[in-house]
């Protein structure tokens, strides 16, 4: 493997643009992809003194394409990005910050805890985009010969082959402390780096990193349901209650059929037919993923609606709250915020155009990689958002069975497979006992990723922090000066047990006579 001109583009790869919507959990990552482009953008167009910010350099990697059999000789162009402008020797630490299931920009290593930090330790930040989505995407599309290339346990591998690399590339010292940061998935992937690879990863801060994979993430709504109660982000009992009788009244005009479902599909953006049971499915869980979008993300900047807000919306018809289409008109009002602020005109498709869309093999310009992750679910995690304990505010739609149809008819998946899938990977990774030392967990309670992370310390250097009131990966946001003091304490925590970590390997690098 070697290193790249910072200049030299990716091949082989033709990009298509992709503007429909696919299954509930398709909202929730444009959601988040909308939020990371927006803090980018605007962390990008910060000055931090007398001149401009350096932008940061871009480069490529040439990886093997299958790092498990060297006999294969193929290999794809992995992209990362570096921040050098506050590196202060050789052998100083390197933060790197470890891409998801999306693309990865320039703010990656300008933003977050990474950049943040840097200063402080005069580290070199650099940050690696994750195989098969963004750009480092392998010539030869996205099929099923090409995907079986994607996995975590692929991506492991490029982090470990890219530390090496980057490390000749760079002069980083051979004592020099790697430290991986992620969030999300990434986060997971932080985590399980320094777990099987504690010779090379020095220490991990995982932010909101769903550790356990799970067929039927019914807990999800459980925390949505509870975030909803929550007077502390603006949520209350008549919130939650108003989100059950909104649903109720989507079922309720499904029902009616004729002209009834016809408005509806015109008040809230569903683009394709919504006769058959399984349209109304992808529906009701674009909806639930509408609602969890404002609870997962609530409170971050570029976030089209917080919990306030929604409640707002759902409870804004005061004099007429006893009819029961009152609450009905708020979650009307907010498809109608979402999908300007995502500049969509679609919130849902019917199941059929979902099918089509996620079959396509060729790469979509958009970097948000709906087919790829699908296939990580599908293979890996599960993470099925479902609706079915009797204490869920929604539609009990769309219920596991369909989920797992997706893994059937997109990629010919059976569902003892992917049964079998989650329990390997909750068996290979340790699930929320991992077992890995120098690593921090950080959490969100508002965030209903948590249930799946560890939330609590496993031992002295298992350490974590599970923020009050914080939605999804909200310790690496940019500071603002509205940030909670259980926020600001927060990252003091995650300062000072960088500092813990780096004086270890200070020390270990004085024992070794560098």
């Given at each position: 493997m ?7 583009e990716?091949?082989?790869a033709?990009f298509?643009v992709?503007?429909t919507?696919?299954?509930?959990s398709?909202?929730l990552?444009?959601?988040g ?6 803090q ?23 990886q ?5 059999n ?17 590196r202060?020797?050789?052998d100083?630490?390197?933060?790197l ?10 703010g990656s ?19 690696l985009?994750?195989r ?5 995407i ?9 995907l ?6 692929h ?5 470990i ?6 490390s ?15 969030g999300?998935y990434?986060g ?5 780096a ?9 220490a991990?801060v ?17 925390v949505?349901s ?9 949520g ?9 009788a ?16 016809a408005?509806?599909r015109?008040?809230l953006?569903a683009?394709g ?7 109304q499915a ?22 089209p609606l917080?919990?306030r ?11 007429n709250?006893s009819?029961?289409?009152a ?19 679609c919130?849902?498709?019917s199941?059929?155009?979902?099918v089509?869309q996620l079959?396509?093999t060729?790469?979509q310009?958009?970097g ?10 599908c293979t890996?995690?599960g993470?099925y ?17 369909s ?5 059937e ?10 049964a079998?899938?989650v ?9 929320q006992?991992p ?5 921090l967990f ?9 249930v799946?992370?560890?939330t609590?310390?496993?031992?002295p250097s298992e ?16 500071e603002?000066?509205s ?9 003091q925590?995650?300062?000072?047990q960088?500092?813990t970590?780096?004086q270890?390997?200070?020390e270990?690098?004085v024992?070794?006579?560098?």
């Amino acid at each position: 493997m070697n290193g790249r001109d910072e200049n030299q583009e990716p091949h082989g790869a033709s990009f298509l643009v992709w503007e429909t919507d696919d299954e509930s959990s398709s909202l929730l990552r444009r959601l988040g992809e909308h939020i990371q482009q927006f803090q980018e953008r605007s962390g990008l167009g910060l000055s931090l003194g007398p001149s401009p910010v350096a932008f940061p350099k871009e480069g490529w990697l040439e990886q093997p394409l299958d790092p498990f059999n060297a006999s294969d000789r193929r290999f794809f162009l992995q992209r990362y990005w570096v921040n050098d402008q506050h590196r202060a020797s050789q052998d100083g630490p390197v933060f790197l910050h470890l891409g998801g299931e999306g693309s990865l920009g320039p703010g990656s290593v300008m933003r977050g805890h990474p950049a943040t930090l840097a200063p402080v330790w005069g580290a070199l930040v650099i940050s690696l985009e994750h195989r098969f989505y963004g750009l480092s995407i392998p010539a030869g599309g996205l099929d099923m010969a090409q995907l079986r290339f994607l996995s975590s346990r692929h991506a492991l591998a490029d982090v470990i082959s890219a530390r090496l690399t980057l490390s000749r590339l760079f002069n980083v010292s051979s004592s020099s402390p790697w430290i991986c940061f992620g969030g999300s998935y990434a986060g997971s992937l932080a985590a399980w780096a320094r777990l099987k690879f504690p010779h090379l990863i020095f220490a991990s801060v995982a932010s909101s990193a769903p550790v356990r994979a799970v067929l039927d993430f019914s807990e999800y709504n459980n925390v949505v349901s509870r975030s909803l109660m929550n007077t502390a982000i603006g949520g209350s009992l008549e919130c939650r209650a108003a989100a059950s009788a909104a649903f109720a009244e989507v079922k309720r005009r499904l029902r009616s059929g004729g002209a009834a479902q016809a408005a509806l599909r015109a008040e809230l953006g569903a683009c394709g037919s919504l006769g058959r049971s399984e349209d109304q499915a992808e529906l009701l869980g674009t909806l639930q993923a509408l609602v969890g979008g404002a609870v997962q993300y609530d409170g971050q900047v570029g976030a089209p609606l917080s919990v306030r807000q929604l409640c707002g919306l759902l409870l804004g018809d005061r004099d007429n709250c006893s009819s029961p289409a009152a609450p009905y008109r708020g979650l009307r009002r907010a498809v109608q915020v979402v999908t300007r602020s995502l500049g969509q005109r679609c919130l849902s498709f019917s199941r059929a155009e979902t099918v089509t869309q996620l079959r396509v093999t060729e790469p979509q310009v958009s970097g948000v990689g709906d087919r790829q992750w699908l296939y990580q679910t599908c293979t890996e995690f599960g993470y099925y958002v479902t609706c079915e304990d009797p204490g869920c505010p929604f539609s009990q739609l769309p219920a596991l069975p369909s989920q797992l149809d997706l893994c059937e008819q997109v990629f010919g998946l059976s569902t003892s497979s992917i049964a079998k899938a989650v329990a390997q990977t909750n068996s290979y990774y340790g699930g929320q006992t991992p077992g890995a030392t120098q690593v921090l967990f950080v959490n969100g309670d508002t965030d209903p990723w948590h249930v799946l992370s560890v939330t609590q310390a496993l031992g002295p250097s298992e350490a974590a922090l599970l923020i009050p009131n914080a939605s999804h990966c909200l310790d690496m946001a940019p500071e603002r000066p509205s940030d909670p003091p259980s926020l600001l304490l927060a990252r003091q925590n995650i300062f000072q047990q960088l500092q813990t970590w780096l004086q270890l390997a200070k020390e270990s690098q004085v024992r070794s006579g560098v």
